[in-house]
């Protein structure tokens, strides 16, 4: 059973990946563009430009987007994870100390989730793994050039 759990981990992660930037990129749309109920379930929008609410949608939005394709994976996974733990110590943990007191359980989930994929890469179906594969198919093609050794 192990082994059959183990040949299926980069699905899983890929599928987890998805799902998780989905998410994301949603609650990023609602607050930029009022849609999926809008901001805070408000149906409005965020003023554009006002700190750290407009700033947070928008790293949600595009974060989500690339995390979601699998695109930058890390880097995408580092800044969201940052930006959902400032929310929650910031916006959240001042209210009460726990995430089911002060309704910080969203941005506590999504900062350890995406901390999680900064240190497990993107798993199936990114495009990190296209890129990477075409990048070293391309220098297994290309023959190393050697330079010259002078006397």
Known sequence: MSGRLDSAQPYALGLFRIVVGLLFAC???????GVLGGASGSG?????GT????????IQLV??????????????AV??????AYAYFKVHQPGALWPMENG?????MFCWAFLLLAFTGSGAFGLDRLFTRRTSEREQASPERQTPVTA
């Open 27 to 33: 609650h990023g749309a609602a607050s930029l563009f």
């Open 51 to 58: 700190w750290p609410g407009w700033y947070a949608a928008v």
């Open 104 to 108: 910080g359980e969203a941005s506590a």
């Open 63 to 76: 974060g989500g987007g690339l995390v979601m394709l699998g695109l930058g994976t890390r880097a995408a």
């Open 79 to 84: 800044i969201s994870s940052g930006s959902m």
């Open 44 to 48: 409005g929008t965020i003023e554009t």
